[in-house]
């Protein structure tokens, strides 16, 4: 079974510049979730997607972040225009159904972040 | 506000020994989650226990939860070298993603 797929590996913008990241979650997972991780810190919600629509986007900075899942498969997370404060690595995961999934995550490698 | 906080945020040991993490949370919770991040890469799930659960076992690993303190404990019993890494516990409280704390970072000396 493949795993999440994210790209790219990494990214170095200049601030007000932007950027977007791409995942594709394990095949058949409804639910996608975008993490933000700053170094010594544990990951974040950003948002989370469920099939194409969005079940939580309460953490994320709507000014300058965006997210979309169309067709409820892969998606993109952009953000525009970059501040320093962005400098993380942004994770993206992906859960089944029911309850016997008990919310188990499955993550991808992320994205390292640096905006100079 | 973080759910889950892990105690120490930093732990060293030798090979062989037996390293214990605690994580304490706030609300009502479904199921408690660890999690293993190896420097540079993703979460890796470890081991779930859910609410009416006390205590569980997956290899070297246990797991106790107690409801009542709203507080978990991650055993990791003859770490190896392999095992540095930083472990998060996650609570998941309903429908929504899971509350990650901020970790522990264990360095397995050989």
């Known amino acids: 079974e493949a795993g999440v797929a994210q790209s790219p590996r990494y990214k170095i913008i200049e601030k007000r510049q932007s950027v977007a990241f791409w995942c594709n979650p394990i095949?058949?997972?409804?639910?996608l979730y975008w993490y933000q991780q700053i170094l010594g810190q544990g990951p974040k919600l950003l948002i989370q997607f469920q099939n194409n629509g969005v079940v939580d986007d309460s953490q994320l900075p709507k000014d300058r972040f965006s997210a979309e899942r169309l067709k409820g498969v892969d998606s993109t997370l952009k953000i525009q225009p970059a501040k320093l404060e962005d400098s993380a690595v942004y994770l993206c995961?992906?859960?089944?159904?029911?309850?016997?999934?008990?919310?188990?995550?499955?993550f991808g490698a992320g994205t390292r972040l640096s905006v100079l | 506000s973080q759910q889950g906080e892990e105690d120490p945020q930093a732990l060293s040991i030798q090979e062989g020994e037996n390293a214990t993490m605690n994580c304490s949370y706030k609300t009502s919770i479904n199921n408690l989650q660890w999690y293993r991040q190896n420097s540079g890469r993703g979460l890796v799930h470890l081991i779930l226990?859910?609410?009416?659960?006390r205590e569980k076992h997956s290899g070297r690993l246990r797991v106790t939860l107690d409801t009542s303190k709203k507080s978990s404990s991650l055993l990791i019993t003859a770490s190896r070298a392999a095992d540095t890494a930083s472990y998060f516990c996650?609570?998941?409280?309903?429908?929504?993603?899971?509350?990650f704390g901020s970790g522990t970072r264990l360095q397995v000396q050989p």
């Open positions: 095949s058949g997972h409804a639910t």
């Open positions: 996650a609570v998941n409280t309903g429908r929504r993603a899971l509350t």
């Open positions: 995961a992906s859960s089944g159904e029911g309850r016997q999934s008990g919310n188990i995550q499955y």
């Open positions: 226990i859910r609410s009416n659960e």
